[in-house]
């Protein structure tokens, strides 16, 4: 019981409060079949499950609380969102002093892009601790994202935004952001090759409409033209999904040209 033990005395030295108290709150805690997967998974002991119970409630499960009020993390998410985001400009503002406002705005963009931060959720495998009452393929594309902001939400009303601060540069700046090679990720290729045609004035039209094929689930297809010219045809199952996949198949007929307008526009 040294962990415990430990724990009671953090406790005690920074709260002053009563070491009988936080001893009985501490097993009760500790009890709680939730503690330990939660704390191996934030390497660090949690003051109050409650908040990440409800980070990895699902609106399908229909919870509520006293006040009948819904109960699940889409708030959390919300919280989670604005304090990751203020994380990540504080990092680059001190680690950028040149850049501008909008290459900051930029750079901030590709570390918290949806596809990201679904990519970080997936990697802390989040999922598993996800109370639903519908099936895991219903839970829609940004689901890992999602739980991750709301996760980021549940460690600020804990621990307070020193542990959010710690969360975030152990498990998304130090291991995955590298200035100098996030320059030239692309987020976007819609948004990419949509500026280009504009800085190069040449029209582009997205032809999407939904594709009546064989599938069980709902597809669309997209022609990409420029000046009336099909370039590239794409198909999915979201209207942005198809769209962004077109984009990406025009961006590599235009390389050259896209990326040097990307590199001066830097």
């Not at 307070?160 to 976007?188: A, M, Q, T, W």
Request: aromatic letters at 12%.
């Amino acid at each position: 019981h040294l962990d415990l033990v430990d724990i009671m005395l953090v406790c005690y030295l920074k709260n002053g409060t009563s070491m009988n108290f936080n001893f009985y709150e501490l097993l009760k805690l500790k009890k709680d079949p939730f503690y330990r997967p939660i704390k191996n998974l934030l390497k660090f002991h949690p003051r109050s499950l409650k908040y990440y119970k409800r980070a990895f409630t699902h609106r399908s499960s229909n919870k509520k609380d006293l006040n009948g009020v819904a109960v699940n993390y889409e708030r959390l998410e919300f919280l989670g969102d604005s304090i990751l985001s203020s994380i990540i400009s504080s990092y680059l503002f001190k680690n950028i002093p040149t850049g501008s406002e909008g290459y900051l705005t930029q750079m901030r963009s590709k570390i918290v892009s949806r596809n990201h931060l679904n990519e970080l959720g997936l990697e802390l495998n989040l999922l598993e601790f996800v109370d639903a009452n519908i099936s895991e393929e219903n839970y829609g594309d940004n689901i890992h994202g999602n739980l991750f902001e709301a996760l980021i939400g549940a460690i600020f009303l804990d621990r307070g935004y020193p542990y959010c601060k710690k969360f975030i540069f152990d498990r998304v700046i130090n291991p995955h952001v590298d200035l100098e090679r996030l320059k030239n990720k692309i987020i976007s290729y819609k948004s990419l090759f949509i500026e280009w045609c504009q800085k190069n004035k040449k029209l582009y039209n997205y032809e999407t409409f939904e594709d009546t094929g064989n599938d069980t689930t709902k597809h669309f297809s997209v022609k990409l033209s420029i000046d009336d010219k099909v370039i590239a045809k794409a198909r999915d199952t979201s209207k942005k999904k198809a769209e962004e996949k077109a984009s990406k198949r025009a961006f590599f007929m235009f390389q050259e040209d896209i990326l040097k307008y990307q590199n001066q526009n830097s």
